[in-house]
């Protein structure tokens, strides 16, 4: 019994693979409550015709002021699910995950400075959706809107391209 439950499921794992379309792309973006600007990379995975898995990474631009230095990243783990598909154009809504990590590093200069730091990572859910564009066959656009809660607290924007394998 073990043996058709395991042949089973290997195949139906091959069947989505094989279904299943690849992308991969880079970001621009902004977000509202760190107010920097951004960058990244991503991924998605196709499940079905309407459902897939997009990770991404987002790098947020140091800010150093004074002797002051602040950097933050995110990591992602959405769900798309695409609800409007014409021809070449794609609306999808989105769910998931966030983890937002930032780091305050302070470098005083003289006899009693030094460097201190500080840094905090915090979860958080994200809502939002986005649009996609083929422009060719291989070569994808897309805009995503989401509002993470929980971690920042922030609405971000961002657009960018991916490769369609």
Known sequence: MKKILLTTVLFLGLAVTVQAQTKLGIHLGYGSEIEKAA???????????????APDFTYYFTEKVDYVKMSAWEFNANGHYYFLEQEKFKLFGLAGLNYTHVKVTANYPGIFGGS??????????????????????????????????????????????????
């Open 39 to 53: 960058i990244g990379a991503n991924a998605e995975f196709g499940i079905t015709d309407k459902i897939s898995i």
């Open 116 to 165: 201190h730091s500080a840094s905090d990572g915090e979860i958080g859910v994200n809502l939002g959706g986005g649009t996609t564009y083929d422009l060719t066959d291989k070569i994808q656009a897309f805009s995503t809107l989401k509002y993470t809660a929980g971690s920042t607290d922030q609405l971000a924007i961002f657009i960018g391209a991916r490769y369609i394998f």
